[in-house]
């Protein structure tokens, strides 16, 4: 691991200054105040449009949408740790969110071009379901077929009408997260446990299936995943 980690915040919040804002930008504090340098993307302010499921991504390596997109992902391949932050909209992540977990698609579950990253997820509610949201986020990320990312850990925040900002505990939570993220990734944690059955189902099914179907269109419709892992030595 490189001497100065490298650490970005990615914000799906509707307000620049809103709960999960805070939250995430004291979990950046942390990040920094361990060292790292750090990256605040906040994405309502990008043109990140839909996928359009044209699957270019896994045969050509490259999304063909002209978009803001690409400078988001190669900020999130170049990141060693990734705080994820959404606000919990009807018990799940906002729509912004899912469309960037939708543009990194299939590309990014085939190659685990995320695999090895360490994740920490951040997410704030009126009431209930922040923390499962939170979780939620981070499982995604790190659930790469030939790789899978590490989580650090999570914050939920139940709000009940308050402000993030004036909460000095969640905020010390999150800045604590930020902390953590850093000490896992120069400590080089593996968390041997973590998402055990879902692993072995990656190992045991997933992964050779999915190997298999990749070397026999590796020349068509999987081509740039196949040169991709075929340069990461995950293909033997």
Same mark, same amino acid.
């Given at each position: 691991?490189?001497?100065?980690?490298?650490?970005?915040?990615?914000?799906?919040?509707?307000?620049?200054?809103? #709960?999960?804002?805070?939250?995430?930008?004291?979990?950046? &504090?942390?990040?920094?105040?361990? &060292?790292?340098?750090?990256?605040?993307?906040?994405? %309502?302010?990008?043109?990140?449009?839909?996928? #359009?499921?044209?699957?270019?991504?896994?045969?050509?390596?490259?999304?063909?949408? &002209?978009?803001?997109?690409?400078?988001?992902?190669?900020?999130?391949?170049?990141?060693?740790?990734?705080? =994820?932050? !959404?606000?919990?909209?009807?018990?799940?992540? #906002?729509?912004?969110?899912?469309?960037?977990?939708?543009? =990194?698609? *299939?590309?990014?579950?085939?190659?685990?071009?995320?695999?090895?990253?360490?994740?920490?997820?951040? !997410? $704030?509610?009126?009431?209930?379901?922040?923390?499962?949201?939170?979780?939620? *986020?981070?499982?995604?990320?790190?659930?790469?077929?030939?790789?899978?990312?590490?989580?650090?850990?999570?914050?939920?925040?139940?709000?009940?009408?308050?402000?993030?900002?004036?909460?000095?505990?969640?905020?010390?939570?999150?800045? #604590? =997260?930020?902390?953590? =993220?850093?000490?896992?990734?120069?400590?080089?944690?593996?968390? %041997?446990?973590?998402?055990?059955?879902?692993?072995?189902? !990656?190992?045991?099914?997933? /992964?050779?299936?999915?190997?298999?179907?990749?070397? $026999?269109?590796?020349?068509?419709?999987?081509?740039?995943?196949?040169?991709?892992?075929? /340069? /990461?030595?995950?293909?033997?």
């Amino acid at each position: 691991m490189k001497q100065t980690p490298k650490v970005v915040g990615v914000i799906s919040s509707a307000h620049r200054n809103g #709960n999960t804002a805070a939250l995430v930008r004291e979990a950046l &504090g942390g990040a920094a105040a361990a &060292g790292a340098t750090v990256e605040e993307i906040f994405l %309502p302010q990008l043109r990140i449009e839909y996928c #359009n499921g044209c699957f270019h991504c896994i045969s050509a390596g490259e999304c063909p949408i &002209g978009d803001d997109f690409a400078a988001v992902q190669s900020a999130l391949y170049e990141a060693d740790g990734i705080i =994820l932050g !959404s606000p919990t909209y009807a018990g799940s992540f #906002n729509a912004v969110m899912q469309t960037l977990f939708e543009r =990194l698609g *299939m590309y990014e579950r085939l190659t685990s071009s995320l695999g090895g990253k360490y994740l920490a997820g951040v !997410s $704030s509610c009126s009431g209930m379901g922040a923390a499962a949201v939170a979780r939620r *986020m981070v499982r995604l990320m790190s659930g790469g077929i030939f790789g899978r990312g590490y989580e650090s850990g999570t914050l939920g925040v139940p709000l009940r009408g308050r402000e993030a900002a004036a909460l000095p505990k969640p905020l010390r939570r999150a800045r #604590n =997260l930020g902390g953590k =993220l850093v000490r896992d990734i120069r400590r080089g944690r593996r968390f %041997p446990l973590q998402n055990l059955a879902g692993r072995l189902v !990656s190992r045991w099914i997933l /992964r050779p299936n999915f190997r298999r179907f990749i070397l $026999s269109n590796r020349d068509g419709g999987m081509k740039a995943v196949y040169q991709n892992l075929n /340069r /990461r030595g995950l293909l033997p």
